[in-house]
């Protein structure tokens, strides 16, 4: 049978015209712009309302993409979803935590200039995502930007306006392909969880981690230093050995490749108890998403802690 692919149009820049207050989404219109480019491998096509500027979105998009994906997973080859670039990291690695057995390609793309604009790198970018979605050996999340693809769960928005904007930069760029088997597919769904994150920098003012910590938050992500190191600090162990044993405290490092191993410098050591869990070599937005996947599925952050730690 010949590949036919599902394309779930969610915004971004790739759709974007020209409005009086700057770059805002168009109904209809990438559709008729794909109409002219062909021949592209056989499509349906479902455009989200309202299309959003990536800055907007949330786990209830993700729920409606990973709904879509399922309720129409027999009937198509593979699934493309365009999206702005902004947030489509976080969206690839929600989308990798949320399709279980997975047997086909789900491939995320969007463009850094609108698909109207005469350098636009839109063509291609869809081309090669849908190419990939009409390619069973694909199966798993992955992201088409800029002549490359990326896994789905190891990818980083790193430059704010080059055509190729996004890196692999926790390991080499390889796409895992998802595992065979006979279960069918199932989705988890997203729920909003209150998260914080706390950046470390030099002179940082920690009653402001102290004031993060009275609020109701079930997990603080700490972005620390190098290998997961923070300040020797008495105030900070104090703060941290205060903090209510529920809370779930993540070790992630500011690196790029973040690779955190606590055990190295005795600056690390504060962040070594059963309380602490590390982000591992996750970056930012697939900790984030796993984080996200896991606080949906239960209230239990004994659980959460112990499904993170043997994910990392
Ligand atoms: N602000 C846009 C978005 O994320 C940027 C883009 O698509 O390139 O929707």
């Given at each position: 049978?010949?590949?036919?692919?599902?394309?779930?149009?969610?915004?971004?820049?790739?759709?974007?015209?020209?409005?009086?207050?700057g770059?805002?989404?168009?109904?209809?219109?990438?559709e008729?712009?794909?109409?002219k480019?062909?021949?592209?491998?056989?499509?349906?096509?479902?455009?989200f309302t309202?299309?959003?500027?990536?800055?907007?979105?949330?786990?209830?998009q993700?729920?409606?993409i990973?709904?879509?994906i399922?309720?129409?997973?027999?009937?198509?080859?593979?699934?493309?979803?365009?999206?702005?670039?902004?947030?489509?990291?976080?969206?690839s690695?929600?989308?990798?935590?949320?399709?279980?057995?997975l047997?086909?390609?789900?491939?995320?793309?969007?463009?850094?200039?609108?698909?109207?604009?005469?350098?636009?790198?839109?063509?291609?970018?869809?081309?090669l995502?849908?190419?990939?979605?009409?390619?069973?050996?694909?199966?798993?999340v992955?992201?088409?930007?800029?002549?490359?693809?990326?896994?789905?769960?190891?990818?980083?928005?790193?430059?704010?306006?080059?055509?190729?904007?996004?890196s692999?930069?926790?390991?080499?760029a390889?796409?895992?392909?998802?595992?065979?088997t006979?279960?069918?597919?199932?989705?988890?769904?997203?729920?909003?969880?209150?998260?914080?994150?706390?950046?470390?920098?030099?002179?940082?003012?920690?009653?402001?981690?102290?004031?993060?910590?009275k609020?109701?938050?079930?997990?603080?992500?700490?972005?620390?230093y190098?290998a997961?190191?923070v300040?020797?600090?008495e105030?900070?162990r104090?703060?941290?050995?205060?903090?209510?044993?529920?809370?779930?405290?993540?070790?992630?490092s500011?690196?790029l490749?973040?690779n955190?191993?606590?055990?190295?410098?005795?600056?690390?050591s504060?962040?070594?108890?059963?309380?602490?869990?590390?982000?591992?070599?996750?970056?930012?937005?697939a900790?984030?998403?796993?984080?996200?996947?896991?606080t949906?599925?239960?209230?239990?952050?004994?659980?959460?802690?112990?499904?993170f730690?043997?994910?990392?």
């Amino acid at each position: 049978m010949a590949p036919k692919i599902l394309i779930l149009y969610t915004g971004g820049t790739i759709g974007m015209c020209p409005t009086p207050e700057g770059l805002a989404p168009a109904t209809g219109y990438l559709e008729k712009q794909l109409l002219k480019l062909s021949p592209l491998p056989d499509y349906d096509f479902i455009e989200f309302t309202p299309l959003l500027d990536s800055s907007s979105m949330s786990p209830m998009q993700w729920n409606e993409i990973l709904k879509n994906i399922f309720d129409h997973y027999e009937s198509y080859t593979g699934f493309v979803v365009i999206h702005g670039t902004d947030t489509l990291a976080y969206t690839s690695a929600a989308l990798h935590y949320g399709l279980n057995q997975l047997q086909k390609p789900v491939v995320v793309t969007g463009s850094m200039l609108p698909i109207g604009n005469d350098q636009s790198d839109a063509e291609d970018n869809l081309r090669l995502a849908m190419s990939t979605a009409a390619n069973w050996q694909y199966a798993g999340v992955s992201v088409a930007f800029s002549g490359q693809l990326f896994p789905g769960n190891n990818v980083s928005k790193t430059d704010s306006s080059a055509l190729d904007a996004f890196s692999s930069p926790a390991q080499e760029a390889v796409l895992k392909v998802s595992p065979d088997t006979s279960l069918p597919l199932a989705i988890n769904r997203y729920k909003d969880t209150d998260m914080a994150v706390f950046y470390f920098f030099p002179g940082a003012d920690l009653s402001v981690l102290r004031s993060m910590l009275k609020s109701e938050i079930r997990v603080l992500i700490l972005k620390t230093y190098g290998a997961g190191n923070v300040p020797e600090s008495e105030e900070l162990r104090e703060i941290l050995v205060s903090a209510d044993s529920e809370l779930i405290i993540v070790n992630s490092s500011q690196c790029l490749n973040p690779n955190v191993d606590t055990s190295i410098y005795a600056s690390g050591s504060l962040l070594t108890s059963e309380q602490v869990v590390s982000g591992g070599n996750l970056c930012h937005e697939a900790l984030t998403a796993l984080l996200l996947m896991l606080t949906s599925q239960s209230s239990d952050n004994l659980w959460v802690r112990e499904q993170f730690k043997s994910r990392t």
